[in-house]
């Protein structure tokens, strides 16, 4: 399918940042006297909500405010932004869809004044049409913020593609009534990803395969 649109999400679909976020993590945690997660358990316990996640992974949030514990992590994860890395073919990929036409915007569930921040930084902010994140920092209102999103885009629902690498952008594309696809190596793992009723491709480069745009990637 060639689509008119694709809606990219942003951590650990075009930024390669789950090995940060193992590593802030793990720092809360010794924090609090807690055992370290490993990059196996992590991609196994991840996922949305994140108040969830923070449960699965060791935190008592019986006795800690969820918030205070997010915002800690927040700063901690803003202190690092220049450590991360784009996803191998990051560049190739979104300049490819952009010559074939497609439009491209990103949907994230990070705080949207840090998200337009980074994707500047890393000089990718003309690739999208728009760039739509929360407006929190706990991780919460990623379909609310798709819902208004696409709505202003000029395509089809079922011409729409969305790009992610969570099981949660399963949720996301279904209720926004669009496609998806996701990528592992990402914040969970391929079993995990395989579970859900959606297409699983091995990167980036083969996103644009299955879009038919293989030949068109030059560096």
Not at 15 to 42: H, Q, S
């Amino acid at each position: 399918m060639k689509p008119c649109h694709v809606i990219w999400d942003w951590n650990g679909t075009l930024m390669d940042d789950a090995w940060l976020c193992i590593e802030i993590v793990n720092e809360l945690l010794m924090r609090r006297g807690l055992a370290p997660t490993t990059p196996c358990k992590y991609s196994e316990v991840f996922g949305f909500p994140l108040r969830t996640y923070y449960q699965r992974v060791g935190f008592d949030l019986e006795r800690e405010d969820f918030a205070a514990t997010g915002d800690e992590f927040n700063i901690l994860y803003g202190q690092r932004l220049r450590e991360f890395r784009l996803r191998e073919g990051a560049r190739k990929v979104l300049t490819a869809l952009g010559r074939s036409g497609i439009g491209q915007s990103l949907l994230s569930a990070s705080y949207e004044v840090d998200l337009e921040k980074i994707v500047a930084y890393y000089g990718l902010r003309s690739h999208f049409t728009a760039v739509a994140g929360v407006d929190n920092g706990l991780g919460e209102g990623k379909i609310e913020r798709g819902h208004r999103h696409i709505a202003e885009l000029n395509c089809q629902r079922d011409e729409v593609l969305l790009v992610g690498d969570t099981l949660h952008d399963i949720e996301v594309a279904a209720a926004l009534g669009v496609h998806c696809v996701l990528l592992p190596s990402g914040h969970q793992s391929r079993r995990r990803l395989e579970l859900g009723e959606c297409t699983v491709v091995d990167g980036l480069f083969a996103v644009a395969a299955l879009l038919g745009l293989k030949g068109d990637i030059h560096d």
